[in-house]
C-alpha cells in the first residue's frame, strides 16, 4: 500500500519560516520525482516545487528564492523548506509522487500552511 504522509504544517508569521516533510512508504522512491503542490480556499491546486529522481529541481515563480525542495532517498523522504513566508502562501500542501517511467501518480493527505499575524 503506497502512502505520502505530509507533516510540518502550522501557524506561523510573516517572515517566518517552516520545514514540510513528506514521508513515503510502499514505492521504490529514488524512481519517483517527487513534488509539492498547494491549494488555497477558491483556487485551483498549483505546483509549488519539483525535484526528479536525478535530483533537478524546478520552482513556481512565485515562490523562487524563498523556498527549498530537497529529497533523502535513504529516508525515502522529500522536505520543502519555506523561508520568508507570505500570507498568500496560506494554503493546503500535498506531497505528489511521479514514477519516472510510466504512468503512476501518488497524492499524499495535505498539511496546512497558514502564514498569519
Known amino acids: 500500500q503506497v502512502q505520502l504522509v505530509e507533516s510540518g504544517g502550522g501557524l506561523v508569521q510573516p517572515g517566518g519560516s517552516l520545514r514540510l516533510s513528506c514521508a513515503a512508504s510502499?514505492?521504490?522512491?529514488?524512481?519517483?520525482?517527487m513534488s509539492w503542490y498547494r491549494q488555497a480556499p477558491g483556487k485551483q491546486r498549483e505546483l509549488v516545487a519539483g525535484?526528479?529522481?536525478?535530483?533537478?529541481?524546478n520552482y513556481a515563480d512565485s515562490v523562487k528564492g524563498r523556498f527549498t525542495i530537497s529529497r533523502d532517498n535513504a529516508k525515502n523522504t522529500v522536505y520543502l523548506q519555506m523561508n520568508s513566508l507570505k500570507p498568500e502562501d496560506t494554503a493546503v500542501y500535498y506531497c505528489?509522487?511521479?514514477?519516472?517511467?510510466?504512468?503512476?501518480?501518488?497524492w499524499g493527505q495535505g498539511t496546512q500552511v497558514t502564514v498569519s499575524s
Open positions: 505528489r509522487a511521479d514514477h519516472r517511467f510510466r504512468l503512476a501518480t501518488y
Open positions: 510502499g514505492i521504490s522512491f529514488s524512481d519517483y520525482a
Open positions: 525535484i526528479t529522481s536525478g535530483r533537478s529541481t
